[in-house]
């Protein structure tokens, strides 16, 4: 198990701007998968990519795996307010996931 | 359908008292998974069961914490003679199998006075 590193550690946008977030790691992975976590909330799966997919789409989402530089990154497209939040990536490798500090996300209307 | 459950919400103490905190996980995950986050932190890995055991409880931080899973459902987290450094917010997850996708509770928000 390893643990994911974001960039950057703040980010503020105005809303309608895309918000790209990176995430780097150590060792191999079988997949990596983005969470949100919304001020004083639980966590909330966004989306798993596995190790063998370079690119995958999710709604306003995108995310991005090379597993040549062992990064990853979140694009999401037109931003809303309501996207406020943390944003975390979590590369697993075997059983445990293991969560980096995350990206803090500001969308200002 | 029901999610993952966490009781209680809230939990105050005192410092050197013992709490117990619940985690009801989605029916059918037989992996379930103990974090402890502080302010402006991610999650801290605690303990990750598979079943009944433990498979990994390599992050609880001292032998203060305990945690149980007796029948491979619900499992309680067990923090004995609390400190003030305690005080976070407990998050237990649960998944289908590991490694997948972890499905989180609400948290439960522990102080310690």
């Known amino acids: 198990s390893q643990q994911g590193e974001e960039d950057p550690q703040a980010l503020s946008i105005q809303e309608g701007e895309n918000a790209t977030m990176n995430c780097s790691y150590k060792?191999?992975?079988?997949?990596l998968q983005w969470y949100r976590q919304n001020s004083g909330r639980g966590l909330v799966h966004l989306i798993l990519?596995?190790?063998?997919?370079r690119e995958k789409h999710s709604g306003r989402l995108r995310v991005t795996l090379d597993t040549s530089k062992k990064s990853s990154s979140l694009l999401i497209t037109a931003s809303r307010a309501a996207d406020t939040a943390s944003y975390f990536c979590a590369p697993t490798s075997y059983d445990k996931v293991i969560f980096g500090p995350g990206t803090s996300l500001s969308v200002i209307p | 359908g029901a999610g993952v459950s966490q009781t209680p919400s809230n939990k105050v103490t005192e410092k050197g008292k013992y709490v117990e905190l619940r985690c009801d996980p989605i029916?059918?995950?037989?992996?379930l998974y103990w974090y402890r986050q502080s302010l402006g932190q991610g999650p801290e890995f605690l303990i990750y069961f598979q079943g009944t055991g433990a498979a990994d409880d390599s992050g609880l931080p001292n032998d203060r914490f305990f945690a149980v899973r007796p029948e491979g459902s619900v499992s309680t987290l067990k923090i004995q003679r609390t400190e003030r450094g305690d005080s976070a917010v407990y998050l237990c997850?649960?998944?289908?199998?590991?490694?997948?996708?972890?499905?989180f509770g609400p948290g439960t928000r522990l102080t310690v006075l």
């Open positions: 990519i596995r190790s063998n997919e």
């Open positions: 029916s059918g995950h037989t992996a």
């Open positions: 997850a649960s998944s289908l199998e590991p490694p997948g996708v972890q499905n």
């Open positions: 060792t191999s992975i079988n997949n």
